[in-house]
């Protein structure tokens, strides 16, 4: 299944992400997933068949290259859908085409591009036209295409820019990035840290304080795969401090403190991810039984009747819970 031929079905499969989703945390798109009976993961490996990039956040590292997730994407041939794409399948956004309402007309008038240039710029796949109509983001791409080219950026170097992202991240659009006029008419794409050149180069000062978040999730897994716990235990807190909103991290780090034997650290972390994300079920299950191990019954129970209330279809909560109930008789 390629890009261009994935639909809902895809989410049916193993599905990774990349990037911070706008319209829901990490967990709760890992339980879509998994009510429409696909698996969730945190990596890209071979068995990976799709990988739907968040909107917020940036896909590339500081130096212009492409994050790990989509440079293994790429070298695994896994198709990538954006974000919006990923809205549409479940329900939660309007496809598109039923949002086109304005003419070819009326978006010259309103970016200040004449109507031979809008034609052809949908023809370019800079603007996306149906049926003789174009939406707001494509009103937001001409407006953002006219100032480049009043500012003297050849229509050929926002082609080859938008081109050089699409490698990337598919249906990108102009609407989804920022570019600027550089020295000697050249474009510049603005990024979390600052300006890129064409090339991925920086060409403004960056705060080098500033975490690619993802990009740091993924060194964190790394070092725990290489069984260097300290650093990765290290990253993850790093991480629960940059964005403690993310119930990923303190998930990740339960998980791995207690593989390691230290349940009393785990628990702790386990137990942040679900304030973090009250209902990220896997947490709650991860917890219950870490409680049921350490001979702590009742409060086991307790995380699994939440599990399955946040998740109802949840089969391991169920089967665990039944065991749970049997055996204190209730």
Not at 48 to 56: A, P, R, Y
Not at 91 to 101: H, I, M
Request: aromatic share 6%; with cysteine.
């Amino acid at each position: 299944m390629t890009a261009i031929e994935l639909d809902s079905s895809a989410l049916t499969r193993s599905v990774a992400f990349t990037g911070r989703l706008a319209c829901m945390t990490r967990a709760e798109a890992f339980e879509v997933v998994r009510q429409r009976g696909g698996t969730p993961s945190q990596t890209v490996t071979k068995g990976t068949k799709l990988l739907i990039v968040g909107e917020l956040g940036w896909p590339l590292l500081d130096d212009g290259r492409p994050s790990n997730k989509l440079s293994r994407a790429s070298a695994f041939g896994i198709p990538v859908a954006s974000e919006r794409r990923f809205l549409e399948w479940i329900g939660k956004a309007v496809p598109d085409d039923v949002n086109k309402t304005y003419s070819v007309n009326q978006l010259a008038a309103l970016s200040k591009l004449s109507g031979d240039l809008i034609l052809k710029l949908a023809q370019l796949g800079l603007l996306d036209e149906r049926s003789g109509r174009f939406g707001f983001r494509d009103l937001a791409s001409a407006r953002q295409i006219a100032k480049l080219l009043a500012d003297g950026v050849r229509l050929s170097e926002i082609i080859h820019a938008v081109g050089q992202i699409r490698k990337w991240l598919p249906d990108v659009g102009l609407a989804n990035v920022r570019l600027h006029a550089g020295p000697h008419y050249s474009l510049e794409v603005e990024q979390p840290g600052g300006r890129t050149d064409k090339n991925g180069q920086f060409v403004l000062a960056v705060d080098t304080s500033r975490h690619n978040l993802d990009d740091l999730f993924e060194q964190a897994q790394s070092a725990e795969e290489a069984g260097d716990i300290a650093e990765a235990a290290r990253l993850y807190r790093t991480l629960m401090k940059s964005d403690p909103t993310d119930a990923s991290a303190p998930f990740n780090l339960g998980n791995m403190l207690r593989a390691d034997g230290r349940n009393v650290e785990a628990e702790a972390a386990l137990r942040t991810a679900t304030r973090v994300d009250p209902k990220f079920s896997d947490a709650w299950y991860n917890l219950s039984d870490l409680l049921d191990e350490q001979g702590r019954p009742e409060a086991a129970i307790e995380c699994l009747r939440t599990a399955l209330r946040v998740a109802p279809h949840y089969a391991d909560a169920m089967f665990n819970l039944a065991l749970l109930l049997q055996r204190s008789n209730q």
